[in-house]
């Protein structure tokens, strides 16, 4: 049974940063291309940055230049720095492993939650 565990959310001021994490039991994140979604409220899951088994990554244009994901493979974890963070940043934020049929390999797990007002 794979379960993914997202942390690190927060409520930040506009222009702020945060950096959530991502770790799984189940499963050997360090085989898998892996991504990061959010969910605003009344929203589906949007993919937001991922990142292949070889550090090549991709981002959604409205994250573009503010997001950075990475990958530490010695801890088994995904990381996704934000910075310049905007209102329209506010979510519950995921991590996944995105298949070529955009859909996700596995169950989502809780998330956690970014909110950015001041």
């Known amino acids: 049974q794979v379960q993914l565990v997202e942390s690190g959310g927060g409520l930040v001021q506009p222009g702020g940063s945060l950096r959530v994490s991502c770790t799984a039991t189940?499963?050997?994140?360090?085989?898998?291309?892996m991504g990061w979604y959010r969910q605003a409220p009344g929203k589906q899951h949007e993919i937001v940055a991922s990142?292949?088994?070889?550090?090549?990554?991709y981002y959604a244009d409205s994250v573009k230049g503010r997001f950075a994901i990475s990958r530490d493979d010695t801890q088994k974890t995904i990381f996704l720095q934000m910075s310049e963070l905007r209102p329209e940043d506010t979510a519950l934020y995921y991590c996944?492993?995105?298949?070529?049929?955009?859909?996700?390999?596995?169950?989502w797990g809780q998330g956690t939650q970014v909110t950015v007002s001041s």
């Open positions: 996944n492993a995105p298949t070529a049929d955009f859909r996700t390999l596995w169950p």
């Open positions: 189940g499963v050997d994140l360090r085989r898998y291309t």
């Open positions: 990142i292949t088994t070889t550090g090549n990554d």
